[in-house]
């Protein structure tokens, strides 16, 4: 119950932080899911990313990164923890590394979420590595 607890609450700070946030791309239905994440409407964010996702020409790296990230928050918003936890990776392997390390932070609150303690404890540590130190008490939380 209290990683349940933690998920969602992390998961709404998550959401929170993506509506401030403005990227420069011309994908009409990347702009659409970033104002559909915003105004919590999850499940059309979820179908604008996969568009962009699956469109054609494909997205450059940054803007494929950052709609599989943006999908996997809107996903784990919904309590779709596994289809999170798959884009969050999707979203690192696209882009190693993501901006403020969010990929591996969120990645890692998915694992945890999933009861992969020690998934969760590596990638709270990758994204120590890239400056977050936000995830100290996660660390400490995921010693398995």
């Not at 803007?63 to 923890?81: F, I, K, P, W």
């Not at 999707?90 to 992969?116: C, H, M, W």
């Amino acid at each position: 119950m209290k990683n349940s607890f933690r998920f969602l609450s992390i998961a709404a700070m998550n959401i929170m932080l993506a509506s401030n946030v403005v990227y420069a791309h011309n994908i009409p239905s990347l702009t659409a899911g970033e104002a559909q994440l915003k105004a919590g409407k999850n499940k059309e964010a979820i179908a604008s990313f996969t568009k962009a996702i699956e469109g054609t020409p494909k997205p450059g790296s940054d803007d494929l990164s950052n709609a599989y990230y943006h999908r996997g928050v809107a996903e784990r918003a919904l309590g779709q923890t596994e289809a999170a936890n798959a884009d969050f990776r999707k979203s690192i392997e696209v882009d190693p590394t993501p901006v403020d390390a969010q990929g591996y932070k969120n990645r890692g609150f998915a694992k945890s979420a999933l009861g992969d303690t020690e998934g969760a404890k590596a990638d709270f540590i990758k994204a120590g590595s890239f400056g977050d130190n936000s995830v100290d008490e996660e660390i400490k939380n995921n010693n398995g």
